[in-house]
Every structure is written in C-alpha cells, then in structure tokens.
C-alpha cells in the first residue's frame, strides 16, 4: 500500500508541474500579445483580415499523452520539442500554399476563442481537476478539447461551394500529416526518428539547423501519394545552388504510389496545387546565422523584407533555447506562433477530429533585438519558372548595405558539387557545421562552431 501511495503522489506532483507550465508559458504570451487594447489604434491595414489569415495557420504545439516516442519511454515533448513543432509549422505553411494558396483562410477562424490570460490559465485547472477526478474513480480522464463540430451540409449548387468543400477535405488532410502517431506522415514521431540518424534523440535539444535536415529527409521519405509533389532542399553553407534546386523541381520522387494514412483527393486537387507535368514544388530552407551572440541589428531590415515576401513561409527560430515560428512582423517588433502550450493528444485517424487546437486566434510578438542570431528562413517555390523569380528577387534584398559587410546568404549558379569542398566526407560530415559531432569538444553556440 507504501508503494501505491508513493506512485499516486509522484502521478499528483506531475499533474500539478504539467499545470503551472501551462500557466507559466501562458503569463509571458500575455505580456507579448500583438493585440492588446493599447495596441488597437495603431495597427494599420485590416486588423480583421490579419487575424483571420493567422488563425488559418496551422498551430503546431506540445502534446502529452501521446504513444512512446521512438526509442524512448517519453509520451510527451513538453520542455524540448519546441523547435520540431516551430519546424512541423513552417512546413505546414509550405503545403497550405500549394494545396490551398495563399488566398486561403479558414472558415472556423474567426470563432475561435482567445487565449487570454484567463482561458489559459481555467484550461489548465480544467485539466487538472478533470484528471484528479479521473484517478480517484479509476476513470480515464477527460479530455479538454473541444467536442468535434458539426458537419454543416455542404450544398454543391455551385462551384464556389463545391472548391470549399473540397479545400476544407484537403485542410482536414493536412493537419492529420502532422498527427502525433507513428503512421502520422510528418508527425512528431517520424521527425523524432529522423534526428535518431543524425545523433539527435527524444529529449534533446533541437536546433533550427538540424530541423531543416530532419525536415528535408521527412518530407523525401512520406509515402502518401499526396506529398509526390513536394520535395525540400536545405543550402549548403548558406549557399543556395541554383541547379540543384531545378533539379529538385524537375527530378520524379521515388517510392511507392500507395501508403497508409490518411489518403489525399488527388483526383479533386485544387487548382492552387496545380503542377507541371513531371515537376515538384521544393520547400528551400535555408539555416542562417544572423550575428554572433546576438542577432546583428544591422539584419533588422533584411528579415523584414524577407517576411514581406509572398513566397516566403517564415522563420524558425526564437530566443535562446525557447523556440517559436516567425511569420510576420509589426514595427521593430517580430509575430510569431508560440508551440510552448501542452495540449492533449488528438487522434487525427479519425474523419471528424477537431481542428480547434490546431488553430491560435492570438498572435504574439517579440523585440527583434530578442531573436537568437541562430535560425532557417524557408520559402516555397512551386515550379523551376517560379524559383528562376525567387533567386532574382531574393539576390537583390540581399544585396548588402552599407552596414552590412556580407549577405545573410546567397545564390550560386551550378550545382554543389561544382564547389564541393568535403569531397570524402561523410554525409553527416558535410551537414557540419549544421549538425554536431557529440563527441567534439569545441565550444559552439546554436547549431555551428564559432572559430
């Protein structure tokens, strides 16, 4: 009976632990709330329309009760998968550009209810008592999320109606690619297993770097048919190669034409997810470092220009050792999504799943001079004639000014290996400096060697 009581009170002290970083995390979002009534009167432009398309984003967060991560006896990322979850969000933004576009918003966002002080904080304690109820009757406990909404009837008397319904069909589809389950394509598990490979396990610390190598493998690797036309590409160096990113465009992915998991529509594919014969759209990721330190202020207005970009799908990155995904920014001030909010885990094999937790109505925001130099700035490119505009467009922003002695990266013609330099190298070894060797003893700082 000593070891039964023992169990429940260290069961007792986890709950209550798992409770006061819900609240912890949500104080600090409270203070950097882009919109706060003081905040109002100065946002220019449509505030209505922004908030909508930042609610439309897919909120990728920490999880708990999920099944065992790979090699691992952990069920939850609560503490160190922040930038797994900033890098499943980018990659989110990517597919939401090529299945639905740009133009896309979700019809749901605007009755989602804020995360206020006050939510959070009551979502927490609603947990709590719900599992404590739970463990005193022996009961499974209950659930916060929302009880999944009612499928209106959708009426197919028009062709508006009908491209909808149809994008709605493909929202579903891609929330349930990040899915926390092994058969999820893009899930926390499979990210989980990639970075096994690269030294990396459930636990650690991830990087912005190493997510866009376990990013690109995870993508190559998806075996549902609906990924086929999407591929990823990470610089080497901060080094874009032109020729190998036509060739991601152009070159057929292997693998097989059926999988398991949730299936898409390929034969309603929306017209924003239109490709050419044969051809790829890539997701480029490019890991930066934007100072030494700190991030050099001098960068300020190269990110501003690069978040202004159409094709650009954001920023993973944050402050130290706290990650978050930066999609937009207002003034001297970065917006971004924050994953440091535990949620429970959602079956997303089911057809009706709620999407209600995939979703933030309430953006945050950050100081530039806060974000850590260490970061991956990704964008999507839909054809080799659309990346021909990228590389024009992106080389001029990043022309360097005055201030600036050397671009944050840059454009090559050819292909890497026309430069290659690690000739003999182990692939792991080339990744360097984006991926550590752990048994090096080098001081580092993020994810590369400072010499």
């Not at 989602?112 to 979502?123: H, S």
């Not at 202004?308 to 920023?315: A, H, M, P, T, V």
């Not at 530039?368 to 590389?391: H, L, N, V, W």
Request: aromatic share 10%; with cysteine; net charge negative.
């Amino acid at each position: 009976m000593e070891n039964k009581g023992s169990d429940e009170v260290e069961t007792l002290k986890t709950k209550f632990l798992s409770v006061w970083h819900n609240v912890k995390y949500n104080d600090e979002s409270v203070t950097e709330a882009c919109y706060d009534a003081s905040d109002e009167d100065s946002v220019t432009g449509n505030a209505e329309a922004f908030r909508k398309d930042f609610a439309s984003r897919v909120w990728l967060t920490y999880r708990e009760e999920l099944p065992p991560l790979p090699s691992s006896p952990l069920t939850s990322d609560c503490g160190w998968g922040c930038m797994l979850r900033a890098g499943q969000m980018m990659l989110a933004q990517a597919l939401t550009l090529h299945f639905l576009g740009r133009d896309w918003t979700w019809s749901e966002a605007m009755s989602l209810q804020p995360l206020d002080a006050e939510t959070w904080t009551a979502t927490a304690a609603r947990r709590l008592v719900a599992s404590l109820e739970a463990s005193l009757q022996g009961s499974p406990g209950a659930s916060d999320q929302a009880s999944p909404p009612t499928h209106r009837a959708h009426a197919r008397g028009s062709a508006e109606e009908a491209d909808a319904h149809l994008k709605e069909m493909y929202h579903r589809t891609l929330v349930s690619w990040f899915g926390d389950s092994p058969s999820a394509e893009l899930g926390l598990h499979r990210l989980v297993g990639t970075g096994l490979t690269m030294g990396k396990q459930a636990g650690d610390w991830y990087g912005p770097a190493v997510v866009a190598h376990i990013l690109k493998k995870a993508v190559e690797e998806a075996m549902d048919p609906g990924l086929a036309g999407v591929t990823a590409y990470v610089s080497q160096d901060c080094t874009v190669y032109s020729a190998d990113v036509i060739d991601s465009h152009e070159a057929p992915r292997a693998g097989p034409s059926s999988a398991e998991g949730p299936a898409s529509p390929q034969s309603e594919r929306p017209v924003s997810a239109s490709l050419p014969p044969d051809g790829r759209a890539v997701i480029i990721l490019i890991p930066v470092r934007l100072g030494g330190e700190k991030t050099n202020p001098d960068y300020f207005n190269l990110a501003k220009s690069i978040l202004s970009l159409e094709y650009c799908i954001g920023i993973i990155g944050g402050k130290p050792k706290q990650a978050c995904y930066f999609v937009g920014f207002q003034d001297d001030s970065l917006i971004y999504m924050d994953p440091h909010y535990c949620q429970s885990f959602v079956d997303v094999s089911t057809s009706d799943f709620p999407l209600q937790s995939y979703h933030c109505p309430s953006p945050k925001k950050m100081p530039f001079s806060k974000m850590d130099p260490s970061c991956t700035i990704g964008f999507y490119s839909k054809s080799a004639q659309d990346y021909e505009r990228i590389s024009q467009e992106l080389s001029k922003v990043l022309q360097p000014s005055t201030k600036e002695k050397y671009p944050a990266f840059t454009f090559m013609q050819g292909h890497g290996r026309d430069y290659d330099l690690s000739a003999g190298l182990t692939p792991e070894k080339r990744e360097w400096p984006f991926i550590r060797d752990p048994r090096r003893t080098v001081t580092t700082t993020g994810d590369f060697v400072l010499l």
